[in-house]
């Protein structure tokens, strides 16, 4: 039995969460909030992996400025998020799935799957993920 190492792992895992969320967010009458927690999933689970692969143990924790922060320890490129809408995804994380959150529209939506696409791209050159299945 082949055992992957853990950021393989997260990063099956993280496309998932996308693949979820740009179904979601296609459909008729898409839950915006769904779409917002798996996007913040598939940013933690990437940003995880990179930690991973980089041999830098991530708290168990789900902040993704934290998690930039890490990553930017490691590779200053990741600075270019700081001002993202990827790091607001954290108010849609696992933490306050069940509050209401009011600033979740379309334009919030599509402007945040924008980054989330920049930062997928970005990870998997700096982990040099060239497989045909990693791509959409």
Not at 72 to 84: M, P, Q, R, V
């Amino acid at each position: 039995m082949i055992i992957n190492p853990i950021y393989e792992v997260l990063l099956k895992k993280g496309r998932s969460d996308l693949k979820v969320a740009l179904r979601e967010f296609k459909s008729e009458d898409p839950e915006l909030e769904i779409v917002c927690f798996h996007l913040q999933q598939f940013a933690e689970k990437y940003l995880k992996a990179f930690l991973y692969y980089n041999k830098l143990l991530p708290k168990k924790i789900h902040n993704l400025i934290y998690l930039l922060n890490e990553c930017t320890t490691i590779d200053l490129e990741f600075e270019k998020f700081n001002d993202s809408k990827i790091i607001e995804l954290n108010e849609c994380g696992v933490e306050i799935r069940y509050e209401e959150i009011s600033q979740i529209d379309l334009e919030f939506i599509r402007l945040v799957i924008n980054d989330v696409l920049i930062l997928k791209e970005f990870i998997e050159n700096k982990i040099d993920v060239n497989k045909p299945e990693n791509l959409f």
